[in-house]
């Protein structure tokens, strides 16, 4: 992702001119350049002689995107118009979200990345490696940017990328597609962000292999050295930019817990895999208790896949549970977690630290029937606990069986399900398959989109349980307020935030907003983290109206007059 100045004011003033202006996707405005600017700019002779309105331009690239062939190719050829023109790259995103959202961002940036060492363009934010430690102050004196020119900056070491596990350097697409995500739905100024890659090499035997592979070709560097790394890039990145918001993107599960341990209370960041996937699922857990009637600590919660998103669900509800008056023992007493290794109880081995509060007791469960591996596996669990919650983060396809979501329903009204695993293919069950397996009752948030579903003259909804609900006005709430950190309360906030925009009321309504109300939902999430931040003394900010603040702070994609700057 280039980087460059916008400005919020209506006339910008250049010093470039005719080719170089072209070339700054900041200042481009293409064949919307009016004749006075081609004049003073140098542009008379480089450009067509028609001149177009950006929704002319806009209207143009929404055909040229529509005829391609292939999702991956209407990523590149979204993203080839951001290298060329920023202000109409967001306005098609922006006129087209609902339709553009899953190209940008989650499935397909899945397959993006995979593919970004041979399908590489042209280089976006940061690249940090390891094994040049010593030039990384370097590094970030050549973007180039004064102190306060960056609000925002999205970093992944690529080691768990959505469900494909570790891609290496290509993970910078990570960091780009959920910066311009926090653009489109929040408003935050694409000049003022910055996507960083931490290359700490990597354990995907085929990058290695590849000769065109970009990354470093070692085996991923963990521990001490590791640690070091870290603690120099945040501290790089923080005497660069003093106010910047990080936000950590797609770490492994040991790496992400330990980070988010270190700093968390100490600097304004947050994990988007654990803190942003725990607020949008508990958004929908709590949409969905809205018409089950329940609260939250009446429930049981069986988590498929404990790692870093499922046990970062799991600690967002344990804290709601605390703010509902349950003690926390009893809270972390409501969870059931499985992964391969069936049940986790206090004698499964090597278990590790963040797991640990959650763990059930082999007393508790020594006359539970064991499969041949001998473990306890989900279908036992159920029939056992039988739960009113079923999440998944396992990323196995089909493990929501037939079997197992019946036998939940046996004993469920409504029951809750959840496969969350993304990309699509990943997804536990398909809601086609849970809504006829529980005669239309269960009510269903997924990872990756699906389509609506029909199902005895019933249409249903299904709603994704996107952390585009959250991430973007969760950023843009600490970013006006100045909080010096994102506190539970300010993640609370948001899933009230977003769950009080859903209407889960009428049989088949989805327990989610749509992707089409993001730019809606993001402002109101932004509100109430603003709020959370004021009331609990962590914002640094004196704002006496938020949602005029939000205004005054957000970028919305208009071409702004373009003159030549004067010499004095």
Do not use: C
Not at 173 to 188: D, E, H, R, W
Not at 220 to 249: C, M, S
Not at 330 to 343: K, Q, S, V
Request: hydrophobic share 40%.
């Amino acid at each position: 992702m280039a980087i460059g100045t916008i400005s919020k004011q209506d006339v910008i003033q250049t010093n470039l001119k005719g080719k170089q202006l072209l070339l700054n996707p900041f200042l481009n405005k293409g064949v919307a350049f009016s004749k006075e600017e081609r004049q003073e700019l140098g542009l008379n002779g480089l450009l067509p002689t028609q001149i177009l309105t950006l929704e002319e331009q806009a209207k143009r690239i929404y055909e040229q995107f529509s005829a391609q062939t292939s999702d991956l190719r209407k990523n590149g050829l979204l993203y080839d118009l951001y290298n060329r023109n920023v202000v109409l790259f967001y306005k098609v995103l922006q006129d087209n979200l609902n339709e553009m959202l899953p190209i940008i961002y989650t499935p397909t940036v899945g397959e993006v990345i995979q593919k970004y060492s041979h399908e590489y363009h042209i280089p976006g934010g940061l690249y940090l490696s390891i094994d040049n430690m010593e030039n990384m102050e370097e590094a970030f004196n050549n973007l180039n940017i004064p102190s306060d020119g960056i609000d925002l900056i999205v970093v992944t070491d690529s080691e768990s990328i959505l469900g494909i596990g570790d891609q290496g350097v290509g993970g910078i697409n990570i960091a780009i597609g959920k910066l311009a995500v926090y653009t489109a739905a929040a408003g935050i100024d694409p000049s003022r962000v910055l996507p960083i890659v931490l290359d700490v090499g990597t354990n995907n035997e085929a990058l290695i292999k590849d000769p065109l592979y970009l990354g470093n070709k070692f085996s991923r560097v963990r521990g001490k050295n590791y640690d070091q790394f870290i603690e120099q890039f945040v501290e790089n990145a923080l005497k660069t930019f003093p106010d910047v918001l990080l936000h950590w993107e797609d770490l492994g599960n040991v790496n992400a817990r330990a980070i988010m341990e270190k700093y968390s209370d100490k600097i304004l960041t947050f994990n988007d895999d654990i803190q942003g996937t725990g607020a949008v699922t508990l958004a929908a857990v709590m949409s969905a208790l809205k018409v089950t009637k329940e609260s939250l600590s009446d429930q049981r919660i069986v988590i498929f896949g404990p790692g870093a998103a499922g046990i970062g669900n799991a600690d967002q509800m344990v804290e709601t549970m605390v703010l509902e008056g349950v003690s926390r023992e009893e809270a972390y007493n409501r969870f059931w977690p499985i992964d391969f290794r069936g049940l986790l109880t206090d004698e499964t081995p090597d278990v590790v630290s963040f797991q640990q509060p959650y763990v059930r007791s082999a007393k508790e469960v020594e006359d539970w029937e064991r499969n041949e591996e001998n473990i306890i596996p989900l279908l036992e669990v159920i029939r056992k606990v039988k739960p009113t919650i079923l999440i998944g983060t396992s990323g196995q396809a089909g493990a929501f069986s037939e079997e197992v979501v019946k036998e939940m329903a046996k004993h469920v009204e409504r029951p809750i399900i959840m496969p969350m695993s993304n990309p699509t293919p990943l997804a536990e069950a398909t809601p086609e398959d849970i809504i006829k397996w529980t005669d239309g009752k269960a009510l269903i948030a997924t990872g990756s989109p699906f389509k609506a579903v029909e199902y005895n003259g019933v249409t249903y909804e299904i709603g994704q349980s996107n952390n585009a609900f959250v991430f973007p006005g969760l950023g843009l709430g600490a970013i006006i307020a100045k909080a010096s950190i994102i506190s539970k309360g300010m993640f609370a906030a948001s899933a009230n935030a977003v769950a009080s925009l859903s209407d889960s009321s009428s049989l088949g309504a989805s327990i989610l907003p749509s992707i089409d109300k993001l730019q809606e939902v993001s402002k109101a999430v932004a509100i109430a983290v603003a709020e959370a931040a004021i009331e609990e003394g962590i914002a640094q900010a004196e704002i006496e109206d938020i949602e005029q603040a939000l205004n005054d702070y957000m970028w919305n994609p208009e071409y702004k007059t373009i003159t030549l700057k004067q010499d004095n």
